[in-house]
């Protein structure tokens, strides 16, 4: 299930498709926050044996809670997500461990563009900003000086980071050289515990990927984004940089502020 929305038109292409040139998604659409009639269905389609396993996209902390509540016995092999050392998701990610949800990283490299033309965080304290951001990850400057440790490329350091925290790592390139450079990334570069960490430091809720509503995946870079906090998928700052998780984050009883 890419996304836990339904939407109610089926042309997507005589709308003209499902966002404008600035992200904003189309007006035309009518769309719901959706999936437990959805995923009803897909259990029902494993049943009859032609797929052997179920997972989701784009899944927050509280709509993972609601579908295991009503579908205990039949939680999802995985959740594809955004991830990388700018949005760590730490309770999400405590969660999906703990219920046996594998995490899949889609943009583990950040993104060179995003629909605003953000496409970095900046230098900061504030909500989304982090005192050691200022550049695109794949120029961060704690990204290269790891990359030049290891004789690796900042992408390699990127992708050994996904790997190191137990993520299925989804890099994307058009370019042979980088796709096998991308498959070496583990060989090329074996990140310490202590490197991982300082990964780790730069998180700051910071997203690429935009939802479909305002209050869902909010972020500087989307374009409804008032500059007045988050959504109930964006939690504090403090939770941000905060990564390990409390008693009640490990039992899945915390919900993002």
């Known amino acids: 299930m890419h996304w836990p929305v339904a939407i109610e038109q089926l042309d997507l292409k005589a709308l003209g498709g499902l966002r404008l040139a600035d992200g904003t998604p189309n ?15 897909m259990i029902a389609l494993k049943k009859t044996g032609k797929v052997r396993h179920l997972g ?3 899944f927050t902390l509280e709509q993972l809670q609601a579908l295991l509540a009503a579908y205990p016995d039949e939680p999802p092999a995985v959740n594809q997500v955004e991830l990388h050392p700018y949005l760590c998701q730490p309770e999400l990610v405590a969660y999906c461990k703990q219920h046996g949800i594998a995490m899949m990283a889609y943009s583990p490299l950040g993104s060179s563009d995003s629909y605003s033309g953000k ?62 450079q991308n498959l070496g990334a583990c060989d090329a570069c ?10 780790d430091s730069l998180n700051c809720g ?7 509503f305002a209050g869902y995946f909010d972020c500087p870079n989307a374009p409804w984004y008032s500059g007045k906090g988050g959504s109930s998928s964006t939690e504090s700052l403090s939770s941000h940089r905060k990564l390990v998780p409390t008693a009640s984050e ?6 993002p502020s």
């Open 190 to 199: 074996a990140l310490s515990a202590d490197d991982v960490t300082e990964l």
């Open 250 to 255: 490990k039992l899945g009883l915390s919900k």
């Open 119 to 180: 496409s970095f965080p900046a230098v900061g304290d504030a909500p989304f900003e982090n005192p050691r951001a200022g550049a695109p990850l794949l120029q961060n400057e704690l990204v290269r000086s790891l990359a030049d440790k290891h004789g690796a490329t900042p992408a390699q350091v990127l992708i050994a980071w996904s790997v190191a925290k137990g993520f299925c790592c989804l890099p994307k390139s058009v370019q042979a050289h980088r796709i096998a």
């Open 206 to 212: 910071w997203r690429y990927g935009i939802g479909y």
């Open 27 to 41: 007006p035309k659409l009518t769309m719901r926050t959706e999936f437990l009639e959805t995923w009803r269905e």
């Open 56 to 58: 989701v996209c784009n």
